[in-house]
C-alpha cells in the first residue's frame, strides 16, 4: 500500500484547440478529475491521486491552461470562464471514454472553474457536467485580504524569477512557514522551469495575473455569478476548508452551505488555503470518505 503508483501522460484538448497535459492515477473504476489552484500544476495532486487511486477510482490531474506542461494562450485568454469551458470540454472527454461524468475536485482556481462549469449546466437545465463537485478551500465569498495575499505572493516574482531552485524554495518556505522544508527541491523543480537566460521561474504564464483578461478582474461580478452557480446545485457536494484558511472563513462557508442545503462539509484542521499540501491526510480522509459514500 505504500509504494508510489506510477502515472501514465494524457494529453487532452481544452475548449480553444489548447493542449492540456495531464497525469492518470490508475486504470479501473469511476474517473476523478482533479483541478490545481492558480499557480499551482498537476504535481500538486500527486498524493490525493494515488489514494484516490488505491480507493478504486482512476484519478486524472490536469494543468490548467497556462499551466506547467499545458500551452499557453497567446491572446491572454484566462478569464474564470475559460477554464471553466476547459473543464467542460474535459469532463465530456472522461465521460465518453468511460461511460460515466467524472466527479472533479477543484482547489481555489479549479473549484471556481468546476462551479462555474456545472451551475451553468444546470441554469440551463442541461444534464450535469460532473457526477460530483468538491470545492477546496474555495467559496462564492472569500475573504479579500487573503486573495491579495496570495495574488502578491504570485506576483512577487513572476518576471524577474530566481537565480536557483534554492533561492525559490527560500521564498516558497518564507511564505509557508508553517510546512516542514522538504529534503530536496526535487518537488519545487515541477513548478519551476528554466528560462533561456539561465533563471528559474514559476511554470505558469505571467498573462495569468497581467494579461488582458487577468484573474482578478471583476470580484463583484464573479461573486455574482458563482453565487448563481451555487443555488442551482443539484449534483452532491463537498466543500473542504483549512482550518486555518487565509482566503476561507468560516461564515463564508456556512453561506456556501446555506446556497447549498444539500452540501456536505468538511474542516481540516491545521491547514491554510493550499490544503492538500498543508494536511494531506486529512484531506484525503475526507475525499475518500465522500467519494465512498457517493458509491455506496
Given at each position: ?141 472569500v475573504d479579500l485580504d487573503g486573495v491579495t495575499k496570495v495574488q502578491g505572493f504570485m506576483r512577487a516574482h513572476a518576471q524577474e524569477g530566481f537565480a536557483s531552485v534554492a533561492e525559490a524554495a527560500e521564498v516558497v518556505a518564507a511564505y509557508l512557514p508553517h510546512r516542514p ?11 519551476l522551469r528554466k528560462s533561456p537566460d539561465g533563471r528559474w521561474r514559476w511554470h505558469w504564464d505571467p498573462k495569468i495575473l497581467d494579461g488582458r483578461r487577468p484573474v482578478g478582474d471583476g470580484r463583484g461580478t464573479l461573486e455574482a455569478k458563482l453565487v448563481a452557480a451555487a ?66
Amino acid at each position: 500500500m505504500g509504494r508510489h503508483i506510477a502515472p501514465v501522460t494524457a494529453i487532452f484538448t481544452g475548449a480553444v484547440g489548447n493542449r492540456l497535459v495531464g497525469d492518470v492515477f490508475g486504470d479501473r473504476g469511476t474517473p476523478v478529475l482533479l483541478l490545481h489552484g492558480g499557480g499551482q500544476t498537476r504535481h500538486a495532486w500527486r498524493a490525493t491521486a494515488e489514494k484516490i487511486a488505491r480507493a478504486g477510482h482512476t484519478a486524472y490531474a490536469i494543468d490548467q491552461r497556462g499551466h506547467g506542461d499545458s500551452a499557453w494562450i497567446a491572446n491572454g485568454a484566462y478569464a474564470f470562464d475559460d477554464f471553466a469551458d476547459d473543464a467542460c470540454v474535459i469532463a465530456d472527454a472522461l465521460a465518453r471514454q468511460s461511460g460515466t461524468r467524472p466527479t472533479v475536485i477543484g482547489a481555489s482556481l479549479g473549484g471556481i472553474a468546476a462551479l462555474l462549469a456545472e451551475g451553468d449546466a444546470e441554469r440551463r437545465r442541461e444534464a450535469p457536467i460532473f457526477a460530483a463537485l468538491v470545492l477546496v478551500d474555495i467559496t462564492p465569498r472569500v475573504d479579500l485580504d487573503g486573495v491579495t495575499k496570495v495574488q502578491g505572493f504570485m506576483r512577487a516574482h513572476a518576471q524577474e524569477g530566481f537565480a536557483s531552485v534554492a533561492e525559490a524554495a527560500e521564498v516558497v518556505a518564507a511564505y509557508l512557514p508553517h510546512r516542514p522544508r522538504p529534503r530536496s527541491h526535487e518537488g519545487l523543480k515541477k513548478n519551476l522551469r528554466k528560462s533561456p537566460d539561465g533563471r528559474w521561474r514559476w511554470h505558469w504564464d505571467p498573462k495569468i495575473l497581467d494579461g488582458r483578461r487577468p484573474v482578478g478582474d471583476g470580484r463583484g461580478t464573479l461573486e455574482a455569478k458563482l453565487v448563481a452557480a451555487a443555488t442551482s446545485l443539484t449534483i452532491p457536494a463537498l466543500l473542504v476548508r483549512g482550518g486555518a484558511s487565509e482566503i476561507v472563513r468560516e461564515a463564508n462557508a456556512q453561506e456556501f452551505l446555506d446556497l447549498v442545503p444539500h452540501a456536505q462539509y468538511a474542516d481540516v484542521s491545521g491547514a491554510r488555503h493550499m490544503v492538500a499540501g498543508d494536511r494531506n491526510d486529512h484531506f484525503a480522509t475526507a475525499i475518500l470518505g465522500f467519494l465512498s459514500r457517493l458509491d455506496g
